[in-house]
T-cell receptor
Framework: GNSVTQMEGPVTLSEEAFLTINCTYT??????LFWYVQYPGEGLQLLLK?????DKGSNKGFEATYRKETTSFHLEKGSVQVSDSAVYFC?????????????FGKGTHLIIQP | GAVVSQHPSRVICKSGTSVKIECRSL??????MFWYRQFPKQSLMLMAT?????????EQGVEKDKFLINHASLTLSTLTVTSAHPEDSSFYIC??????????FGSGTRLTVV
């Protein structure tokens, strides 16, 4: 079956530090990959996505590249801000279209200190 | 943008009672609704998928008689936890999928059964 593994948190960084949150996956076929962010008290919001190998998703300074050879989709940001503090979820969706639910990782709590 | 409203955000109920959680798509029609459950420090686990006007499809291990899902319209789905027990205490999140909006998540419901 499908699975997503992401680094355990919490991850604590200083403002303007470089961020990497690792994510690897197991899936049949060629899934679509997502990063979602959940700010305190809010629902999950799509941060970025990639639908095929070597695609790079980007949004708000965050980037992630779909690496089929390493089955990874690591999230990076060059300079984090306090407002980036949130829980980040890596997720995948099976290929083939249709209405499939997502398979999520456990989430990584990111804390950015001023 | 697409918004999904989920209520209540928190509920405490006595063991043996039933609790209903509502999920509404406010500005789009949701062809499919997904219900997830999240245990502390665990990933979101898909419980069931429902399409408007038809019976929900439950994931393996999820009791359909305990977690009743109704998707009576294109903008409303409900999850009823029947005869709740302390082990049902968890965080429940809905997600709505429209034809154009991808996955939009509600803000979740924290259920505590005492």
């Amino acid at each position: 079956g499908n699975s997503v593994t992401q680094m355990e948190g919490p991850v604590t960084l200083s403002e303007e530090a470089f961020l990497t949150i690792n994510c690897t996956y197991t899936a049949t076929g060629y899934p679509s990959l997502f990063w979602y962010v959940q700010y305190p008290g809010e629902g999950l919001q799509l941060l970025l996505k990639a639908t095929k190998a070597d695609d790079k998703g980007s949004n708000k300074g965050f980037e992630a590249t779909y690496r089929k050879e390493t089955t990874s989709f690591h999230l990076e940001k060059g300079s984090v801000q306090v407002s980036d503090s949130a829980v980040y979820f890596c997720a995948l969706k099976n290929s083939g279209g249709g209405a499939d639910g997502l398979t999520f990782g456990k989430g990584t709590h990111l804390i950015i200190q001023p | 943008g697409a918004v999904v409203s989920q209520h209540p955000s928190r509920v405490i109920c006595k063991s043996g009672t039933s609790v209903k959680i509502e999920c509404r798509s406010l500005d789009f029609q949701a062809t499919t609704m997904f219900w997830y459950r999240q245990f502390p420090k665990q990933s979101l686990m898909l419980m069931a998928t429902s399409n408007e006007g038809s019976k929900a499809t439950y994931e393996q291990g999820v009791e359909k008689d305990k977690f009743l899902i109704n998707h009576a319209s294109l903008t409303l789905s409900t999850l009823t936890v029947t005869s709740a027990h302390p082990e049902d205490s968890s965080f429940y999140i809905c997600s709505a999928q429209g034809t154009e909006h991808g996955y939009t998540f509600g803000s979740g419901t924290r259920l505590t059964v005492v």
